[in-house]
C-alpha cells in the first residue's frame, strides 16, 4: 500500500488524498483551535497537509505520521515524521487525530497505528479517531481486508469492534458520534482514545 499512496502524493490526486476543510474535520471530531493552541499534536494521515499547517499557525509543537515519504515530504519544514507507528515516542503528545485513514487500513495495520498511537500519548493526552461504518452488517469487521477494498477506503468496523481494537492495544475510549454518508451507505463515526 506505501506504493500506491506515494504515486497519490506524487500526482497530487485529490480524489484519494482528499484535503479535508480543516474546520469541518475538527467539527467532526470534537476538536477546537483550544485543544490544540501551543500543544504537541500528531496528525495522522497528512493528506495534503492542511491540518498540518493549521496546527503550525496555532503555535503548536507538529508532529505527522504517515505511510508515505511523499506525504511526510509536505510537512518536513516545520513537523516533526514517522512512517512507522511503533516509532513514535512514548508519552508525548498531547493530542492525536487521525481523519479518512482507518477505512484505508487493514486490521493488522490498524492494531500496530492504534498501539504506537495509544502509547505515544501523554497521561491525559487523547486520540480522536474518525472510522467507517458500513449500512450492510456483511461489510463490517473484514479481517483479511483486500487491496481493492483498502483502496476505496471500504475496511468498515462496528464500534464494537473499534472499541475492542483500542482496548488490546492499551487504551479506552468513548464513541460519541455518527454522520450518515446514504451515497455511500455507510456512516463516519468518532471516538476519543485515552490510555489506560
Ligand atoms: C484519504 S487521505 C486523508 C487525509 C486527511 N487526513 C484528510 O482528512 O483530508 C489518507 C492519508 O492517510 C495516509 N495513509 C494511508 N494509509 C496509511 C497508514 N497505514 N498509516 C499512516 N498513514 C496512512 C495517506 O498517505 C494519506 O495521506
Same mark, same amino acid.
Given at each position: ?76 519544514? +516545520? ?7 511503533? $516509532? ?38 487523547? +486520540?480522536?479517531?474518525? +472510522? ?26 462496528? $464500534? ?37
Amino acid at each position: 500500500m506505501k506504493a500506491f499512496w506515494d504515486a497519490q502524493h506524487q500526482a497530487n490526486e485529490r480524489l484519494y488524498l482528499t484535503g479535508s476543510n480543516v474546520p469541518m474535520l475538527m467539527t467532526r471530531l470534537r476538536v477546537t483551535d483550544d485543544d490544540c493552541r501551543g500543544r504537541a499534536v500528531l496528525d495522522v494521515g497528512v493528506g495534503l497537509g492542511k491540518m498540518a499547517q493549521h496546527l503550525q499557525a496555532l503555535g503548536c509543537e507538529v508532529h505527522c505520521l504517515d505511510i508515505s515519504t511523499v506525504a511526510l515530504d509536505r510537512v518536513r519544514g +516545520f513537523a516533526s515524521t514517522y512512517e512507522d507507528p511503533l $516509532a513514535l515516542p512514548p508519552e508525548t503528545f498531547d493530542l492525536a487525530i487521525c481523519h479518512l485513514v482507518s477505512q484505508h487500513m487493514a486490521e493488522a495495520d490498524l492494531i500496530r497505528m492504534l498501539t504506537g498511537v495509544i502509547a505515544s500519548l501523554k497521561d491525559d493526552g487523547m +486520540f480522536a479517531l474518525q +472510522f467507517s461504518i458500513s449500512d450492510d452488517p456483511a461489510n463490517n469487521d473484514i479481517l483479511d481486508d483486500s487491496r481493492e477494498r483498502q483502496i476505496s477506503g471500504g475496511c468498515c468496523r462496528t $464500534a464494537s469492534k473499534i472499541v475492542a481494537l483500542v482496548t488490546a492495544a492499551g487504551g479506552k475510549c468513548t464513541i460519541f458520534g455518527h454522520d450518515p454518508w446514504p451515497d455511500h451507505r455507510s456512516s463516519w463515526s468518532y471516538a476519543h482514545i485515552r490510555r489506560c
